[in-house]
């Protein structure tokens, strides 16, 4: 159940109000409007008045509530109307007029509108539209001509429909810690409708502002971005002449008197105001962190198979850097991503944005490697020959995003978490679609059985407690294929495979045959090492292979995850 608040100001705003409650809607969506509860059990209703001019009727609610406000005359505050619609989840049970009248009496005596048994409390009516959810309006001035406390009233009302959920069985929501993204009002939904638009303009403009947050380099290049996207920035100048803050609207999307409709960056989301856009592209500006040179693909998915010993660790900055950070990867992954994934992807990257932002500051010093990696593949678009490149970063984000889900739970950020679980569907499916035809025309050049079973040997000595999964998996064949191609290019097959194992557990592996396969074709593309060289290398893996593994969270991680969506290969 969402209520959402929303103050009118204006010495006719309690009549626009009515009006609008009472008419046909900004798309005829109005279709029984009528009242369910008021201040007093016996209000005019203009929807049940069958034998008056219904403008009448209107005009009589309109000044009864509006009474105590008017005897205040000049005294009466700037906002005098209080306007919550609630609404219920599409799955939820339809509920009765009684039903919706109690839920109203509950909103309003929790946000301190009337108060329980407060008969001296604000006038106030719920207006009933549909099945799905009901209008409050109430005006802000008290019946003994005092002003309402209401502190904190978006908190009180949030905090009262958790519990209204639980006892109507109704769809429980996550509760928020004040850091999601504000939605799109039914008026900002049905003006893009009207527009042809597929969504809201500040949906649109949260997600263009977004990637060119996570593409800019310096904040010259942010804006340019958002110019070539039809982006209009007004900016908010300080006495100085200094940028203060900056607004953003959409062409087409004008007010009543033509004029473009501007969004600040903060309503937006709230990372998104200009001092904190200009924070996150400072800390990873191009004079901030050298990238080595190298394949793109590579670097970024060896930074992204970071992420989760970064989120095991005690250091919260760090690890909530490295998610906004895995956040921006995400905005950008789908404007270089093949056309049967781009969908999946926009979807998966549009609701892990709320796991990006919590309570705690983030430090994003330690991400900048992912963040100029994938800056670098969707500047550059750099060839990645079968796919293999793109199916590798999903394999480690898909990882990234299960840790990321677990270390929202254990801080009990509910509605992060739920946004990272959302993004691992929308995420397995993409990797699905790239991967699959990968790793068929891998098999397609399987090696000599006389190889395989050289190469199963030397699995077994380096990850005997996988072996006997991985030799049996389907994809065994494609893991013998890149291990035969990196002998082929000058690596010693052993210590690759001993490399490979060495990088990371497999125990949190749900495939630890895939997992294996990428990480050998990125092994195998680089520069092959001397003799000496390789030899070294293997006594190195071998030794750090007898040092005991610290345990991991796949556990917990693996077990929010629905079965048929598991994170790990």
């Given at each position: 159940m969402i209520p959402k608040i929303i103050l009118g100001t204006g010495p006719n705003a309690t009549r626009r109000t009515i009006g609008y409650l009472f008419g046909k809607g900004r798309a005829n969506e109005h279709t029984d409007p009528h009242l369910v509860a008021s201040w007093n059990g016996f209000a005019p209703d203009p929807g049940r008045s069958p034998h008056r001019n219904p403008k009448e009727v209107e005009d009589q609610l309109a000044a009864q509530l509006n009474q105590p406000v008017k005897m205040l005359g000049e005294k009466a505050p700037k906002y005098t109307v209080w306007h919550c619609p609630v609404r219920a989840a599409p799955e939820d049970p339809i509920l009765t007029d009684a039903q919706w009248a109690d839920i109203a009496r509950r909103i309003v005596a929790a946000a301190g509108i009337a108060p329980e048994g407060d008969e001296e409390a604000c006038r106030w009516v719920a207006v009933r539209h549909a099945d799905d959810h009901i209008h409050i309006a109430a005006t802000l001035v008290r019946q003994d001509g005092k002003r309402p406390r209401r502190d904190h009233d978006q908190r009180a009302v949030q905090r009262e429909a958790r519990k209204i959920e639980v006892d109507y069985g109704l769809r429980r929501l996550k509760p928020g810690d004040g850091t999601a993204a504000k939605r799109p009002t039914s008026k900002e939904h049905f003006k893009a409708k009207r527009l042809g638009q597929d969504a809201a303009t500040r949906d649109v403009l949260r997600l263009r502002v977004r990637r060119a947050v996570a593409a800019a380099a310096d904040e010259a290049e942010f804006f340019a971005l958002?110019?070539?996207?039809?982006?209009?920035?007004?900016?908010?100048?300080?006495?100085?002449?200094?940028?203060?803050?900056?607004?953003?609207?959409?062409?087409?999307?004008?007010?009543?008197?033509?004029?473009?409709?501007?969004?600040?960056?903060?309503?937006?989301?709230?990372?998104?105001?200009?001092?904190?856009?200009?924070?996150?592209?400072?800390?990873?500006?191009?004079e901030s962190v050298s990238v080595p040179s190298g394949n793109?693909?590579?670097?970024?998915?060896?930074?992204?198979?970071?992420?989760?010993?970064?989120?095991?660790?005690?250091?919260?900055?760090?690890?909530?850097?490295?998610?906004?950070?895995?956040?921006?990867?995400?905005?950008?992954?789908?404007?270089?991503?093949?056309?049967?994934?781009?969908?999946?992807?926009?979807?998966?990257?549009?609701?892990?944005?709320?796991?990006?932002?919590?309570?705690?500051?983030?430090?994003?010093?330690?991400?900048?490697?992912?963040?100029?990696?994938?800056?670098?593949?969707?500047?550059?678009?750099?060839?990645?020959?079968?796919?293999?490149?793109?199916?590798?970063?999903?394999?480690?984000?898909?990882?990234?995003?299960?840790?990321?889900?677990?270390?929202?739970?254990?801080?009990?950020?509910?509605?992060?978490?739920?946004?990272?679980?959302?993004?691992?569907?929308?995420?397995?499916?993409?990797?699905?679609?790239?991967?699959?035809?990968?790793?068929?025309?891998?098999?397609?050049?399987?090696?000599?059985?006389?190889?395989?079973?050289?190469?199963?040997?030397?699995?077994?000595?380096?990850?005997?407690?996988?072996?006997?999964?991985?030799?049996?998996?389907?994809?065994?064949?494609?893991?013998?294929?890149?291990?035969?191609?990196?002998?082929?290019?000058?690596?010693?097959?052993?210590?690759?495979?001993?490399?490979?194992?060495?990088?990371?557990?497999?125990?949190?592996?749900?495939?630890?045959?895939?997992?294996?396969?990428?990480?050998?074709?990125?092994?195998?593309?680089?520069?092959?090492?001397?003799?000496?060289?390789?030899?070294?290398?293997?006594?190195?893996?071998?030794?750090?292979?007898?040092?005991?593994?610290?345990?991991?969270?796949?556990?917990?991680?693996?077990?929010?995850?629905?079965?048929?969506?598991?994170?790990?290969?």
């Open positions: 958002l110019e070539a996207t039809d982006v209009t920035v007004r900016l908010k100048l300080g006495p100085s002449g200094d940028a203060l803050g900056c607004n953003f609207a959409l062409p087409g999307d004008t007010n009543d008197k033509g004029e473009p409709v501007f969004y600040a960056g903060s309503t937006l989301a709230p990372d998104l105001s200009l001092p904190k856009i200009r924070e996150r592209i400072a800390s990873t500006g191009p793109p693909w590579h670097q970024a998915t060896a930074a992204t198979e970071r992420i989760p010993s970064h989120l095991i660790g005690s250091d919260e900055a760090v690890a909530q850097g490295h998610l906004e950070v895995l956040g921006g990867a995400l905005d950008l992954l789908p404007v270089v991503a093949p056309a049967t994934v781009k969908a999946d992807l926009e979807r998966a990257a549009a609701v892990f944005e709320r796991a990006t932002r919590s309570r705690i500051t983030g430090d994003r010093d330690s991400a900048c490697v992912l963040r100029r990696s994938i800056q670098t593949i969707w500047r550059d678009r750099p060839p990645d020959g079968d796919g293999a490149g793109f199916a590798m970063l999903l394999d480690t984000m898909l990882t990234a995003v299960a840790y990321a889900m677990h270390w929202h739970r254990t801080r009990q950020h509910a509605q992060q978490e739920a946004a990272a679980q959302q993004a691992l569907i929308h995420l397995h499916t993409a990797y699905a679609h790239i991967a699959e035809p990968v790793l068929a025309g891998l098999t397609h050049r399987t090696p000599s059985l006389h190889m395989k079973r050289r190469y199963a040997h030397h699995l077994q000595e380096a990850a005997p407690e996988h072996a006997e999964r991985i030799l049996n998996d389907p994809a065994w064949d494609a893991l013998a294929t890149v291990l035969a191609e990196a002998e082929s290019a000058g690596h010693n097959a052993s210590t690759v495979l001993d490399q490979a194992v060495g990088q990371r557990t497999l125990d949190d592996a749900r495939n630890p045959a895939r997992a294996l396969t990428w990480r050998v074709r990125r092994l195998g593309e680089r520069h092959a090492p001397s003799p000496l060289a390789q030899a070294a290398n293997a006594r190195s893996s071998r030794a750090t292979q007898l040092r005991p593994t610290p345990p991991q969270p796949h556990a917990a991680a693996n077990e929010a995850t629905p079965t048929r969506h598991r994170p790990r290969r």
